[in-house]
């Protein structure tokens, strides 16, 4: 499964943002996508991630300002960031998990990361 992010940019104190990451590969579904971040000198930490199902999970710094979305016929997710802030500056990875192809459960899977920086 390749996981491929966009929309990163740099972005002024109160703006928004948009992510998307499309998977592509050979697969049957994934149940689970989700986006996590990482600024330098932290660990990567969850920001988002919905089920195929349509279930959410949400940080508790992302709730209320941040929208995940999932399109399952193009097998695309995504992050809708508003109010940002310099402290959501990081780099964004989308990772997909529970990815079935036929009778087989894969491993999950990590996209390459989007850069996200909020700064004036």
């Known amino acids: 499964v390749q996981l491929q992010a966009s929309g990163g940019g740099l972005v002024q104190p109160g703006g928004s943002l948009r992510l998307s990451c499309a998977a592509s590969?050979?697969?049957?579904?994934?149940?689970?996508l989700g986006w996590y971040r990482q600024a330098p000198g932290n660990q990567r930490d969850l920001v988002a991630a919905?089920?195929?199902?349509?279930?959410?999970n949400y940080a508790d710094s992302a709730r209320g300002r941040f929208t995940i979305s999932r399109d399952n016929s193009k097998n695309t997710i995504y992050l809708q960031m508003n109010s940002l802030r310099p402290e959501d500056t990081a780099v964004y990875y989308c990772?997909?998990?529970?990815?079935?192809?036929?009778?087989?459960?894969?491993?999950?899977?990590w996209g390459q990361g989007t850069q996200v920086t909020v700064s004036s």
């Open positions: 919905i089920a195929r199902a349509g279930g959410t």
């Open positions: 590969g050979r697969f049957s579904s994934i149940n689970v």
């Open positions: 990772k997909a998990m529970g990815i079935k192809y036929l009778t087989q459960i894969l491993s999950d899977n």
